[in-house]
């Protein structure tokens, strides 16, 4: 079946530094991919998609790109800040019947210092 | 105003009894989902509802039950909780028929099980 696997946590950055957090994925056809960041004591909320091989993805400072050839979404951000404290979670889509069934990875919790 | 509401935010019950969990949402959307969460963050997926059909079953045990009294309305009765039901569980709305992968989520309802 469909799988996504992230690069284990956690990770911890100081404030300013370069982000990158791993995703690759298994999946039947071409799915829409997505990072979703969970802050503490909250749910889960879209950071940003790409629904085909080679759109980027960006919100918020935060990019990734769809590469087919590397089944890979790999979310970077240039320059963290503490409030990107968060976990985050690649996903794939895989819709049936007018449903969304998003598959995830196992999340990565990000941890920036001052 | 929230989107997705979920109600408990925290359930702390013995083995053996049977809960509820509610959960509404205010944005018109057709489809709903319940997600559980587990210790180590995996996040899976449970049911989804379309147009109060259920539409997604994922090898869930039958103890646990979804019911949608109407579109805007999934709650989840769980029977003869065991230890192992100790979870977050996220509820999601999302438009089916045109959507691309957005899910809204509600803020979990942790559960334990002593």
């Known amino acids: 079946g469909d799988s996504v696997t992230q690069m284990e946590g956690p990770v911890t950055l100081s404030e300013e530094a370069f982000l990158t957090i791993n995703c690759t994925y298994t999946a039947t056809g071409y799915p829409s991919l997505f990072w979703y960041v969970q802050y503490p004591g909250e749910g889960l909320q879209l950071l940003l998609k790409a629904t085909k091989a080679d759109d980027k993805g960006s919100n918020k400072g935060f990019e990734a790109t769809y590469r087919k050839e590397t089944t890979s979404f790999h979310l970077e951000k240039g320059s963290v800040q503490v409030s990107d404290s968060a976990v985050y979670f690649c996903?794939?889509?895989?819709?049936?019947?007018?449903?969304?069934?998003?598959?995830f990875g196992q999340g990565t919790r990000l941890t920036i210092n001052p | 105003d929230t989107a997705v509401s979920q109600t408990p935010k925290y359930l702390v019950t013995q083995m053996g009894n049977d809960k509820s969990i509610k959960c509404e949402q205010n944005?018109?959307?057709?489809?709903m989902y319940w997600y559980k969460q587990d210790s180590k963050k995996f996040l899976k997926i449970m049911f989804s509802?379309?147009?109060?059909?259920?539409?997604i079953n994922e090898t869930v045990p039958n103890r646990f039950s979804p019911k949608s009294p109407d579109k805007a309305h999934l709650n989840l009765h769980i029977n003869s909780l065991e230890l192992g039901d100790s979870a977050v569980y996220f509820c999601a709305s999302s438009q089916g028929s045109t959507n691309t992968g957005e899910l809204f989520f509600g803020e979990g309802s942790r559960l334990t099980v002593l």
């Open positions: 509802y379309n147009n109060k059909e259920l539409i």
């Open positions: 996903a794939l889509s895989d819709k049936r019947q007018g449903a969304q069934k998003l598959v």
């Open positions: 944005l018109g959307h057709d489809t």
